[in-house]
DNA sequence: TTCATTTGACCTTA
DNA sequence: TAAGGTCAAATGAA
């Protein structure tokens, strides 16, 4: 089959997910019945099965994962026996070990009236460590990793790209996890109140965590930020697919704690946080992408901007509570742009 | 003095 | 071989 073919047959396959996870995510706020969950918990597993060998890994239920402890392999196939005798040399090159890491992104506009150079805090501390001018980009892409990537061993990186068409948009792609614990000595920094109240359900993100399915679709895991591009969606809370009935799973989301392990992101977007109020949602309102094109290098047709509702993924949308930028934000901050 | 940024060179990958 | 990504010496700021 042609690649092309693959890929609108792979871009199908992901949509019909994507909807029956919508669907299932709408369901789970009006508390459906077992046989109902059960019902769309396989038609979501029947859409992972087709995208897993359309993508020739053969391995099903698990999307490809990308963090250097899994046992899948960057390119979605699994890691069988005989790959597994290699993972260790694999993962001794650094290289190929930043190769396995999970990569996102997302797309952050600034208010450019504040003559912002780049997009706010997100509570890491950066090192610039370089900068390229892009073939066929008007703005060089500056590359950032972890400040602690020596004292903590810490290989999380990212890289920023200021886009063409809108300078106050700002693409910014994260690779690999913190490893590092930087949040009681990082610099104080100003936090918006999104921000500051994304942080205290923090817990609930813990929560969501220890779903498996999101340690599988996070590996290639690509959100879009973008805040001009926020669909209205009912509120409900967020849920992977699991064989945990929604009732169950609602338990999951709700407990609201203070005592934020910031760790625990693993350099997530801190936008998965939802600021949902009272506790009541893990994600609400807005709508994310989450576009997970499976097994594939497939970044590049990652990148479309989050405006399309036809955005031909993998992965599922989900709402979540837009994140604005405050304009009184002091992105000038250390650690992000000079 | 320490730490961050800049930037040219080098490495990797497609 | 070109483009993207990373390294590391030089430089600057605090």
């Known amino acids: 089959m042609w690649s092309w073919e693959m890929q609108v047959l792979s871009d199908e396959l992901a949509q019909g997910m994507e909807k029956a996870m919508q669907l299932r995510f709408h369901l789970c706020s009006t508390s459906p019945s077992e046989a109902e969950d059960l019902l769309l918990q396989r038609i979501i597993s029947t859409f992972e099965k087709a995208l897993c060998i359309l993508k020739g890994g053969g391995h099903v239920g698990v999307a490809p994962a990308a963090a250097p402890e899994s046992s899948i392999s960057a390119d979605g196939s699994s890691r069988s026996d005989d790959t597994n005798k290699n ?27 504040n003559g912002l150079e780049g997009p706010g805090d997100d509570k890491y501390r950066w090192r610039k460590y370089g900068q390229k001018d892009i073939l066929g980009a008007k703005y060089p892409r500056s590359y950032y990793r972890c400040t602690y990537r020596q004292g903590q061993n810490c290989w999380a990186t990212k890289q920023v790209q200021r886009s063409d068409e809108d300078p106050t948009i700002f693409e910014v792609t994260y690779k690999g ?10 610099v ?13 359900n923090s817990s609930c993100y813990d929560q969501l965590e220890q779903n ?56 997530y977007s801190p936008l998965f946080y939802s600021p949902a ?5 893990c994600f609400s309102s807005a709508t994310y992408q989450m576009r997970d094109y499976g097994a594939n290098d497939n970044t590049d047709i990652m990148s479309a901007n989050a405006s399309t509702n036809n955005s031909p993924i993998g992965g599922i949308e989900f709402s979540i509570d837009p994140v604005h930028i405050d304009p009184d934000f002091p992105f000038n901050i250390p650690g992000f742009f000079t």
């Open 188 to 200: 104080p920094q100003p936090e918006s109140p999104e921000k500051q109240e994304l942080k205290s």
């Open 277 to 281: 109020t009272s506790g009541s949602n």
């Open 87 to 113: 993972l260790c040399q694999d993962f001794g090159e650094a290289s190929k070990k930043r190769k396995l890491q999970p990569t996102w992104t997302e797309q952050v506009k600034v208010n450019s009236g």
């Open 212 to 267: 498996p399915m999101i340690s599988d679709f996070r590996a290639n895991l690509r959100v879009d930020t973008a805040v001009s591009d926020i669909q209205e969606m009912p509120p409900a809370y967020f849920s992977f697919p699991s064989t945990i009935p929604c009732q169950e799973r609602e338990n999951e989301c709700y407990p609201i704690s203070a005592q934020a392990d910031d760790n625990h992101l693993g350099g």
């Open 177 to 186: 996890t913190h490893a590092c614990k930087q949040f009681n000595d990082a």
